[in-house]
């Protein structure tokens, strides 16, 4: 097999090509159960047992205490907006909600959170065109919440939280709410901070149409009576996942790549902490390319760059054509940018390898070169 | 490769060889794009010719007026008791839903649906240990009513509308809302007795994670406030399935599956049409086998048994073990029956061939002889 491209979507993205390879070995007859995956009862001990790996995996990957349940759902993202409001609104009678915008994906969480709340931006980078992120000392955190909700990495602006926000040290006793997304495993999580994180998996986990929820055990059990009980976060955790049907091949091909993940080494660093490493190289390399050139422009405060997604722009819009379709005789695929911010985006995931940003940094640096 | 097993699987389940083995050789490169499916953004061009033709063919086969839209979601039927509640109850201000309970399933359905609105039992074959279905002449449906639910086929009790009910000719004037997931492509749906059709992909379409709903475009915009942006049918048609990222290598999966069924032939017939006559033939073979037999029984009124889901007990039950160990010794896979009503329970989908049934049958007489 030929070299594969180097792909840059934003998700559904790039997967390990030895993840791929396993999936398609084992297509047919998963470890001589006769089965595919996807004919698997979830109820039979073959799948149970790729379940339950995928989670102790995940659990191991990211240092989730054991205070805290793992759910596999359905819906993604989008749905999450309105599930964890109908699950956690209602913590306080009053169900006021704070919301931290710094992009696209946070500003539609909190409009969608006002079907079954007071949700309230307390803070937002949209006057600066979400390129920075307001210092967490000046939210005003109302009394009272039943939880804050932040986007830790916005996938279409390319702005990442460093570093979470202490909510205790603000004063604030509401738990905080992550949707983690587009950079989950690409770094620590520090759960002394966190009440609850969800993401789809298909940007750094495997494909779309599973959803991970991370939640502290303390926060079940306060559905609103509206919420579907599929989407209940207790009757999920009770059935370990299984209350419906869970989307079974995406789990295993989740565990799959939580066992490649595992394997990394970055020198003495393994796992998530090699990721880590490994993505702060990729970041750097393709930073240091844009901001020492007269032709690529990515606006967002360095203080809040995301290591993930990386937005920019050509300040000659009239070469993005030529820049897109030379890339792709590069081998170098869907770097077209979001049509909300226009220009080019780069989204470094796990899957992508340090070759593969040398690739498309050397092709940049070509390429402004040829159209100085 | 060996003779696979034969899997009876109630879902997830077995899925046709081809399906699999087309699925394992392009899993790394799809035609040449240089990407897996699961890699690519949805709203590519790759992707979107995928799930257009998907679509394109599902319309096809099970004859889908163009009155209908055709949506793929996630949840699973699961979700969908709560979804379409939620989409559908509003149509009226008094929120009555009148359903029609003939097994584990629809009952599921009518307590979901409380949440909502007004859910109310009209008829039930709980009285008889749901073998039966009540005659639709005799269903006392209330004037006004937002919908009828009724599913179509039970996977657990193993009853199955060989016929849907005329709603109109009953004169209620309100639509039919069928829970078609196991046994949807097993053979034609009359879409002028319904309204809105859902079904989970697991059983006879594809892998778990994938939704189906067919919903007439007179039924839209009817969603309550509190529905997730996410499940509003009237946003998930204007964005054709892409308003959240949809479950995309599912969707691709259940369209192999449907570029397979439009190619079997049963001698003039073809795609649904001939899957109907073997589904037919599959399940003569194995009701006469446990009509003919001492050991085995299947209790359900035959005016009402299903074609894809036969559940029997044997009259000993001291063999069941016994007859699970040998089974699957002669490669015949999870045949154990719902724990609601144990014994067996073969699922015969279009996946499976008439020599699996062939199999399961001599398997079973030369089991009743060695224990007669």
Not at 39 to 47: A, C, L, Q
Not at 94 to 116: C, H, N, P
Not at 205 to 234: N, W
Not at 354 to 371: I, N, P, S, T, W
Request: proline share 6%; charged share 20%.
């Amino acid at each position: 097999m030929r070299q594969r491209p180097y792909n840059f979507s934003a998700g559904p993205a790039a997967m390990p090509e030895a993840v791929l390879q396993q999936a398609a070995a084992e297509m047919l007859d998963w470890h001589g159960s006769g089965m595919s995956v996807m004919e698997m009862s979830h109820r039979g001990k073959e799948f149970v047992s790729i379940c339950e790996q995928a989670e102790a995996d995940l659990r191991e990957l990211l240092a989730v205490p054991p205070t805290f349940k793992i759910l596999f759902m359905q819906g993604g993202g989008l749905a999450e907006n309105a599930i964890v409001p109908m699950n956690l609104a209602a913590r306080k009678p009053a169900r006021l909600m704070d919301f931290i915008v710094t992009g696209a994906w946070s500003q539609k969480s909190a409009q969608e959170a006002r079907k079954y709340g007071d949700a309230t931006v307390a803070a937002s980078g949209a006057d600066t065109g979400f390129t920075t992120i307001p210092a967490p000392a000046t939210w005003p955190l109302r009394d009272g919440l039943s939880y804050v909700h932040l986007c830790s990495n916005e996938t279409i602006h390319g702005v990442e939280f460093h570093e979470l926000p202490d909510l205790q040290a603000l004063g604030c006793d509401a738990p905080l709410v992550i949707d983690f997304s587009s950079h989950v495993l690409s770094r620590p999580v520090d759960w002394s901070r966190v009440g609850l994180a969800f993401g789809g998996a298909q940007k750094n986990i495997g494909p779309a149409g599973v959803t991970l929820v991370v939640v502290r055990e303390d926060l079940l059990g306060h559905a609103l009576p509206v919420c579907p009980s599929a989407f209940d976060y207790r009757t999920v955790a009770e059935h370990a996942s299984m209350y419906n049907t869970p989307p079974t091949y995406g789990i295993y091909m989740a565990g799959l790549t939580f066992q490649w993940l595992k394997a990394q080494r970055e020198g003495a660093l393994s796992g998530v902490a090699a990721m880590e490493a490994r993505n702060l190289a990729k970041a750097r390399l393709l930073y240091d390319c844009i901001d020492g050139s007269q032709l690529y422009v990515n606006r967002v405060d360095p203080a809040c760059r995301s290591r993930m997604n990386i937005p920019f722009q050509l300040r000659e819009e009239r070469l993005n054509d030529a820049f897109l379709a030379q890339a792709r005789a590069h081998g170098l695929l869907q770097l077209k940018g979001h049509k909300s911010v226009g220009g080019m985006r780069a989204s470094l995931y796990n899957a992508m390898p340090l070759e593969g940003v040398q690739a498309l940094v050397e092709f940049m640096r070509d390429f402004e070169r040829h159209h100085a």
